[in-house]
Each structure stands twice: as structure tokens, then as C-alpha cells.
């Protein structure tokens, strides 16, 4: 199997957890890179269902070495939930199965709290956040007054720099947000019982997966959140913290991205998305209404309800061109089952000019209204179909479409929760 990176080409909640534990069956590593219990992947295994937020998918394929990488905002309470959670079903979860870097970051409860705070302080601007302190983490980090998870294990180091950061949060908490301020000392037993637990799992990861490539391992990047979700690239300021794509492997692994043989981007059949921002194709009415209950688009990690609307090939075209991709899976085909027109936006109209390039402006991706193609749909259950020549014609036709529009191959197609409900294409993955 190739170094493979797989990301999400839309607003999140593609359908990443299924694929990328169908891939990882033959991958030796799966490393998280980046974002951290904001991401909910959930695999359906013998109807068995499993929601991984911090731990990689590969987690459930014996003999998968998982690894936490250094540009993960890393919540341990969550991560220890995680672990001791997968332990209670039977799932291994030792330190031979999983690796959390000592450079990721460490999100406090003062994170969590400061996340929600500023979302109710933004008001009407408000970003709609997952609430788990993801923004406040990475904003330490790049001020230079984050904790690492190296410094939960050594406790004078760990007093020291709690106090440093806390200090100023509880200014900002108390002063700004009329809020109650963190014990410093509790806060202080609390992480370094938490780093306790966690230190076996601890390692320089950057050094393992870079040692294990060059012994000729396979490595599956798995990225969490989206293409449009990028703190770079995506609908800024309505996006995540931290570069969810291919780009986002150097920095968040320690793994060169030179050494990538190939980007597969996940996407719906439709689109959808959560928390506020843009979305040219959203359906308010009763279209939206069918794909949310048809699709169950509640959110993994929150429960809120997700927006829905029609396939996005614009912002689809930049995201997959964005990472390189060299193939596509397209998740959740037998939600469409049922429409008899399946809508695709091909271009946009900007203030009368017809576009087919994603604008980096926001208030012109505000403004756009999306150019739809209408294709004819069917009404046939594809739950059981695994050849593509099975599919009803327009499901065919429909697919075609779709990869003429972007201009890359659809190597899967989803067609069910379940690990076995996927149609393979231009063979596959391998
Ligand atoms: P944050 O990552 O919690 O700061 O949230 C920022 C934006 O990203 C919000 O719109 C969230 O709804 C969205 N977001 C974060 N993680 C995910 C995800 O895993 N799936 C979908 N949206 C997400």
C-alpha cells in the first residue's frame, strides 16, 4: 500500500471514519495530524457502532499502529475516555496499538470553557464552534504559551508554565468574561494525574512514523474536519484552527509530504455542514429537511442538527485541486435513493458573473447563488449493490457526472454505514 493521505473535500462530517478504517486494513500506521475531539468519526462494524474523536479510525483493525501526531490539539481527559471506552468493548488500546506525541498540545478545561465563552461574547458573529476548546488551544500555540503533552509528565515544568498560562486566562476569564477563575493548584493535580496515565503512550511519533516509512511501512494519513473547514484556505473567519488537508501533514506529523504517493479526497453525494459560514447550495426547505432525516445528519460530536443541501462541485473542485487529490470516494449514494431530481451546482452566479472558481472573498461566497445541473433520479434501494454496473442508470449517470465535473476519478462509492457497503471503481484503492 502507498503513503496515502485522506481528507475531507467539503465542510466535514464526509463519511471519513468508514473509508479511512476500510483503507487501513492494509495500512501498518494511521496518524491524526491535526484538529482533536472536534472531529467525531464513526465506523458501523457488525452493527456495532464506534464514535472515535482523538483516536485514529485504524484503531479497530488489529495489528494498526495508531498514532496521535504533534499538530493534534490533544483534550487527555477525552483521550483517556476514549482509551478506557474501546477497552470495555474489546477493542486493544495499549501503547503498542496507539502513540500520542509529546509535542501535541494540550487542551485544558480553561480551553473549553474560554471556546464558549467567546462564542457567546461574539454573538450574532459567532463562529458556532463544537465547544471543545480547539480555537483557544492552537491560539496559545502560536502565541508561544501552549502546554505540550511532554510538560504533563514533568510536574515542576508543568507547575511553572500552568501557572504562566492560567494566570492570564484567569485575567481574561474574570476581567472579560465576568466568569470564575481556575485553580491554579487543582488544576495543577488534575493534568499531572492525567499525564500519569498518558505517559506510556508517549513518544516522539514524528521519529516513528518517518522511521517506519523508511522501513517500508505502509502509513494512512487520516485528516479530520474538511477541505472548506481549513483555517488557511477554507471560509475563514468560519472555519476550524488548524490546516486540515495534505498541507497539513508536514507540520502536524513530522512527516515530509514529498513522500506522499497519493491524496484521496472524501465527499458526500450531497453536502452538509455545521456551525455558521457559508454554503451556496444549502436547501432551507423541505429537500434540506429529506437529506438531514434521510441521511441522519445529526452531528457525531454535538447532536446538532446539520445543514444540508446539494452537491457543491465548485467548492469541490478547489478542494480537491487544494490537496493534490488523485482520487475521490464518494460517501452516503443511498441517501439520493429516492429524489426524483438529484441537483449538482456546477458554477456559481457572483452579482450577475457567472464563476466556476471557488472566490476567496468572503462576502462574494456569501453572495453566490449556486447554478445547478438537474439530473434525473431513481428510486431504487442501492444499499446491496457492490458493482457499479448494478446501479440504476441514473445512479450511474449521476456519478459520471459528477466525476466529469471535477475532473478526478471516483475510485468508491458508499452505499450503506457498514464496512462491506462499497462499490469499487477504477479498482479500487488497492
Ligand atoms: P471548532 O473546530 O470547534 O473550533 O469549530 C469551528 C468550525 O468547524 C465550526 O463551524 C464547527 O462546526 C466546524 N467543525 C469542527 N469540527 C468539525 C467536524 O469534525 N465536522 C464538521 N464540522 C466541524
Known amino acids: 500500500m502507498p503513503t496515502l493521505s485522506v481528507f475531507g473535500a467539503q465542510w466535514g462530517d464526509e463519511g471519513k471514519g468508514k473509508i479511512i478504517d476500510r483503507l ?54 477525552v483521550l483517556l475516555e476514549e482509551v478506557d471506552g474501546l477497552l ?10 496507539l502513540s500520542v506525541s509529546s509535542c501535541a498540545h494540550v487542551i485544558f478545561q480553561h480551553h473549553r470553557e474560554i471556546d464558549q465563552l467567546s462564542e457567546r461574547w461574539k454573538g450574532e458573529g459567532r463562529i458556532g464552534t463544537t465547544g471543545r476548546g480547539i480555537g483557544p488551544c492552537y491560539a496559545d500555540k502560536a502565541a508561544r504559551t501552549g502546554l505540550r503533552v511532554a510538560d504533563l509528565l514533568d510536574p515542576e515544568d508543568l507547575h511553572t508554565r500552568l501557572q504562566a498560562n492560567l494566570a492570564e486566562k484567569n485575567a481574561l476569564l474574570e476581567k472579560v468574561h465576568g466568569a470564575e477563575p481556575f485553580d491554579i493548584e487543582q488544576t495543577f493535580e488534575r493534568y499531572a494525574a492525567l499525564g500519569q496515565r498518558l505517559a506510556p503512550f508517549v513518544r516522539d511519533t514524528g521519529a516513528l512514523v518517518r522511521s517506519a516509512w523508511k522501513a517500508g511501512k505502509s502509513v494512512l494519513f487520516e485528516g479530520a474536519q474538511g477541505a472548506m473547514l481549513d483555517l488557511d484556505h477554507g471560509t475563514y473567519p468560519f472555519v476550524t484552527s488548524s490546516n486540515t488537508g495534505v498541507g497539513g501533514i508536514g507540520p502536524g506529523a513530522g512527516f515530509p509530504p514529498s513522500r506522499i504517493d497519493r491524496a484521496v479526497g472524501i465527499a458526500k453525494a450531497y453536502c452538509t455542514r455545521v456551525g455558521e459560514g457559508p454554503f451556496p447550495t444549502e436547501d432551507s426547505g423541505t429537500e434540506g429537511e429529506r437529506l438531514r432525516e434521510l441521511g441522519h445528519e445529526y452531528g457525531a460530536t454535538t447532536g446538532r442538527p446539520r445543514r444540508c443541501g446539494w452537491f457543491d462541485a465548485v467548492a469541490a473542485r478547489y478542494a480537491l485541486e487544494l490537496n493534490g487529490a488523485t482520487s475521490l470516494v464518494v460517501t452516503n449514494l443511498d441517501v439520493l435513493s429516492s429524489f426524483e431530481t438529484v441537483r449538482l451546482a456546477t458554477a456559481y452566479d457572483v452579482g450577475g458573473t457567472r464563476t466556476e472558481t471557488y472566490p476567496t472573498a468572503l462576502a462574494d461566497v456569501v453572495r453566490a447563488k449556486p447554478v445547478f445541473e438537474s439530473h434525473t433520479g431513481w428510486s431504487e434501494d442501492i444499499t446491496a449493490v457492490r458493482d457499479f454496473g448494478d446501479l440504476p442508470k441514473a445512479a450511474q449517470a449521476y456519478v459520471e457526472s459528477l466525476e466529469g465535473v471535477l475532473g478526478v476519478p471516483i475510485s468508491m462509492l458508499s452505499v450503506g454505514p457498514e464496512r462491506d457497503q462499497i462499490i469499487e471503481r477504477h479498482g479500487g484503492l488497492g
Open 24 to 77: 487501513s486494513r492494509g495500512a501498518d500506521l494511521v496518524v491524526r495530524y491535526q484538529g482533536g475531539a472536534n472531529a467525531g468519526h464513526t465506523v458501523v462494524v457488525g452493527g456495532e457502532k464506534y464514535v472515535l474523536h482523538l483516536i485514529p479510525s485504524g484503531i479497530l483493525h488489529e495489528g494498526t499502529v495508531n498514532v496521535i501526531g504533534n499538530g493534534v490539539a490533544l483534550d487527555p481527559v
Open 88 to 97: 470495555e468493548r474489546g477493542i486493544r488500546c495499549s501503547p503498542e496499538q
